[in-house]
């Protein structure tokens, strides 16, 4: 039985006080909520006070970014060791915003999945196809490249253990969303390659979320489909009564 796993990624949204203020009024809407996993992934700089107030709620700390080494001269980096004494549990990794912007490449991707599996942090791998993708039937072929080309070299156990995100490029903040259909059809493809990479037993443990302008009103479709197993949340995460919605949403 996979938990859905809620998250939370504000990307480079929320001052330290309004993080607070966010998890505070999270705390109250989703009291006594239970048979989901709710996490935030807050900009480093809020990290420290979103993770002192979320102590003994259940809800978890992810860090959205980290650097391959454990320490070192990197300037401007920071390390899993750090993320985990800062009380984080898991880390996204790969985001499309990194791949784009910061020109990440899967085999930095791969380097950072196993150093945050190292330091006993979970991943968030994200994986996802652009439009000219889609449009040209390659979805499989490149969603395919990633997860092989992130996650090579890992354990089964390692495997079991991750979180995937599926998120299409052109449905990250954009409003348009992969119909349920779509969305399934690329989750249950990828669960079906990592049972090829780790065998099946990883591949019935490990969950895999969709991400891309999820909503209040399109969740409950979207996380009642088999192979989505909760969902990364962007800019519907900011606002406590709609990140709220989403998590009621995976109870239904
Ligand atoms: O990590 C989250 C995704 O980039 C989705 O963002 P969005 O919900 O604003 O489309």
């Not at 000219?132 to 253990?161: C, P």
């Amino acid at each position: 039985m996979r938990i859905p796993l809620l998250a939370g990624n504000w990307k480079m949204y929320k001052t330290v006080t309004e993080a607070v203020e966010f998890v505070r009024g999270l705390k109250e809407a989703l009291a006594g909520i239970q048979g989901v996993e709710v996490a935030v992934c807050p900009p480093f700089t809020a990290l420290y006070a979103v993770a002192r107030e979320l102590q003994g709620t259940g809800m978890a700390l992810g860090a959205q970014n980290m650097y391959q080494a454990e320490e070192g001269a990197y300037t401007g980096e920071v390390s899993p060791v750090m993320l985990k004494e800062i009380g984080c549990r898991y880390v996204i990794l790969g985001h499309s915003e990194r791949r784009q912007y910061f020109g990440e490449s899967d085999e930095m991707i791969n380097a950072k999945v196993k150093l945050a599996l190292k330091h006993g942090l979970t991943p968030i791998v994200c994986v996802g196809e652009h439009l000219k993708d889609r449009e040209a039937g390659n979805t499989e072929k490149v969603v395919g490249e990633q997860v092989r080309r992130s996650l090579a070299g890992l354990s089964a156990a390692e495997l079991a253990g991750l979180v995937v995100a599926y998120e299409p490029v052109w449905a990250i903040g954009t409003g348009r969303t992969a119909s349920p259909e779509d969305a399934q059809q690329v989750n249950a493809f990828i669960r079906s390659l990592l049972a090829e990479m780790g065998g099946q037993e990883a591949a019935r443990q490990v969950r895999i979320q969709y991400g891309g302008s999820v909503k209040p009103d399109n969740a409950a479709e979207l996380l009642g489909q088999p192979d989505i197993d909760g969902a990364l949340v962007g800019g519907a995460s900011l606002k406590v009564e709609s990140f709220a919605a989403i998590v009621r949403a995976a109870l239904q």
